[in-house]
């Protein structure tokens, strides 16, 4: 079994994985902001980790000992109009989805590359693959990721390490409901954030997710891109064979 690394372990998606690896046998390294918040995770090492600062990236790593898989999952969203979204909240998220993403990723690459084997896994979105209105900071930063991990499995495939990026699309771990609202009173865009429900489409669980990273870890030739689910496949089938002329999803937005 797999030593495995898992960041933003202390809740949603991240605690699911923990679990569901935990369960198939493999060893478990829950870390998050507050470990206080993994003592009751059935996992081998709950450790401080957060994946904007570079000193507990540096000790996490240290303290974790030999690491197999890294899971990449730490992140958060946001809800504004691109007009009108403090840009420190775009900055937040890239350091957090997207530049914390690589920051942690570049701790765990020399060992493993010294090994010549390891994987990377990264949890994406849908999001990464097609935009959203109203969520448009949190697509352009899964867009980075995946094009930072699209390089890395060309990068460092030579040395055996195999890199994936997990895409569900929503997830009823209640993340977006408690996300930051960012619109004024009398917004313009109220409407178009009211008609947002109805574009994100049906859900599926953390444990299906979670089941998803699991089961790419335990594959001996994993695919690049893994969606999650029957609507994550759906929808970026649908946005493969849309035209190029105009956005996606443009027809189905009524407000």
């Given at each position: ?16 994985i ?10 478990v ?17 709950r ?51 997207t ?20 994987r ?8 990464g ?16 990721l995946?094009a ?29 409901e408690?996300?930051?609202v ?11 954030y009211?008609?947002l ?21 335990e ?7 893994v ?22 999803l ?6």
């Open positions: 079994m797999s030593s495995v690394l898992i960041t933003g372990a202390s809740k949603g998606i991240g605690r699911a923990a679990i569901e690896l935990s369960s198939r046998g493999h060893r390294i829950a870390t998050a902001r507050r470990p206080e918040a993994l003592a009751d995770l059935p996992v081998d090492q450790l401080r980790l957060d994946v904007t600062v570079q000193e507990t990236v540096d000790q996490a790593v240290r303290d974790a000992g030999d690491i197999d898989v890294l899971v990449s999952n730490a992140g958060a969203t946001v809800r504004a109009p691109l007009e009108s979204v403090p840009l420190s909240e775009v900055e937040h998220l890239f350091q957090l989805n530049f914390g993403a690589l920051r942690v990723a570049q701790s765990v690459l020399p060992a493993m590359r010294e090994r010549g084997a390891g990377l896994v990264f949890v994406s979105s849908i999001q693959r097609l935009v959203l209105p109203m969520i448009g900071p949190y697509g352009a930063s899964k867009w980075a995946e930072l991990a699209e390089t890395l499995a060309i990068e460092t495939g030579h040395f055996g390490i195999k890199v994936s990026v997990v895409q569900p699309g929503v997830v009823s771990t209640g993340g977006g408690r996300a930051k960012f619109l004024k009173e009398n917004d313009p865009y109220t409407p178009l009211e008609a429900p109805a574009l994100r489409g049906d859900s599926v669980t953390p444990e299906e997710v979670a089941a998803t990273v699991a089961d790419t870890i594959q001996s030739e994993p695919p690049l891109r969606p999650v689910g029957a609507p994550a496949k759906r929808i970026l089938q649908a946005r493969k064979e849309a035209p190029e002329g105009q956005p996606f443009t027809a189905e937005i009524n407000w």
